[in-house]
């Protein structure tokens, strides 16, 4: 199982940007995907959460302005992000697993496949 986290970037406030999570080794049918980001010096958090079966997760601080999308057939799941604000700023990560999580947020520890992080900056 491997994911590859793309997409991040410099952008200003107000601005967009898309991440994407490839999967190779497994089918993102089966699987339930997450998205974390880690600010310096904070604790990494969830920010979206999307299972096979329909389930969707997603912080208050995103809500209306992030939206996961999962393309099944190339394996892709994509986080658009819009109106970014420099609080906004962090690593993101995709993560996945088998089997849908009960308890939201999701946690860190919920999750046991991991994509290497890729930096979103917003400037103000």
């Known amino acids: 199982v491997q994911l590859q986290a793309s997409g991040g970037g410099l952008v200003q406030t107000g601005g967009s940007l898309r991440l994407s999570c490839a999967a190779s080794g497994f089918t993102f049918d089966d699987y339930v995907v997450a998205w974390f980001r880690q600010a310096p010096g904070r604790e990494r958090e969830g920010v979206y959460y999307?299972?096979?079966?329909?389930?969707?997760w997603y912080a208050d601080s995103v809500k209306g302005r992030f939206s996961i999308f999962r393309d099944n057939a190339k394996n892709i799941v994509t986080l658009q992000m819009n109106n970014l604000k420099p609080e906004d700023t962090a690593v993101y990560y995709c993560?996945?697993?088998?089997?849908?999580?009960?308890?939201?947020?999701?946690?860190?520890?919920?999750?046991?496949?991991w994509g290497q992080g890729t930096l979103v900056t917003v400037s103000s």
């Open positions: 999307s299972s096979s079966d329909g389930v969707t």
């Open positions: 993560a996945a697993r088998m089997g849908r999580i009960w308890s939201f947020p999701p946690s860190e520890s919920d999750f046991g496949s």
